[in-house]
Structures are given as structure tokens and as C-alpha cells.
């Protein structure tokens, strides 16, 4: 195995009558994959420019000006949960994280490190 005109050495050893070679893993193994592209609706991507500090999803709605159907926005919301763009911030309760999707307004949003990202890759805020 050559990484970076480097050759690191293989472990062959004998199982079970069979020899078996393992390499070691490098850091280009190691290495992230970079994420698929992710691609937002209007909706979406506005929803996400408003969350950029924690929002309430009151002032969310109130302040949508593609959708003003409170259902079509809690599903844009739950799509960006899942996405990783956005994430619930309930500082009240012990895990911050956790929302009720029964009880969606009383709970607030904030964009995640990636969402943040992403605005900035795609021009938008």
C-alpha cells in the first residue's frame, strides 16, 4: 500500500487455514466524505435565514412571508431537522434538543453550525 509515496507495511496471518492480509488505515481513509449537495425549497432556505439566533415558531411563522399556513411551515421545519440545517434550542428543559412535534410553539429553533455553512455556500441571508 502506497499513501503519499509512503509504503506502510501489511499484516498477513493465518485464520481458520486461510491467510489474510490487513493494511493499516491511513488518514486518506480516515478522511470525512464531503456531504451530497443539499438543495432547499424557497420556504426552506427563508425559514433557515430567520433561525440564524434561536427563534420561537411563533415569530418563525409570523415573520414567513413565502407561507403563512402554520402546518406547511412545521413540516419545512421537521425537513430541516432532518436535514441537520436546523436544530430545536429548548434551554428550558434538560435536553435542549429534544421538541414535541405535537407541541411545535413551544419550542424554538436555531440553525446548526452546517446550516450556517450552507447559507454561506449558497449566498443566502
Known amino acids: 500500500m502506497v499513501a503519499n509515496n509512503i509504503t506502510w507495511p501489511t499484516v498477513s496471518y493465518l485464520l481458520y487455514g486461510c491467510y ?11 478522511e470525512r466524505q464531503k456531504a451530497k449537495i ?18 420561537t415558531f411563533e415569530s418563525i411563522a409570523a415573520e414567513c412571508t413565502s407561507e403563512k399556513k ?21 434551554s428550558a428543559n434538560s435536553l435542549a434538543w429534544i421538541y414535541d412535534v405535537d407541541k411545535m410553539k413551544e419550542s424554538s429553533f436555531r440553525a446548526t453550525a452546517s446550516g450556517v455553512e450552507w447559507m454561506e455556500e449558497n449566498g443566502v441571508g
Open 20 to 30: 489474510s492480509t490487513i493494511e493499516p488505515i491511513t488518514s486518506l481513509q480516515m
Open 38 to 55: 443539499i438543495e432547499l425549497p424557497e420556504l426552506e432556505m427563508e425559514i433557515l435565514r430567520l433561525c440564524i439566533f434561536p427563534e
Open 70 to 90: 402554520q402546518s406547511v411551515i412545521a413540516d419545512a421545519i421537521k425537513n430541516l431537522i432532518h436535514t441537520k440545517l436546523l436544530l430545536a434550542d429548548n
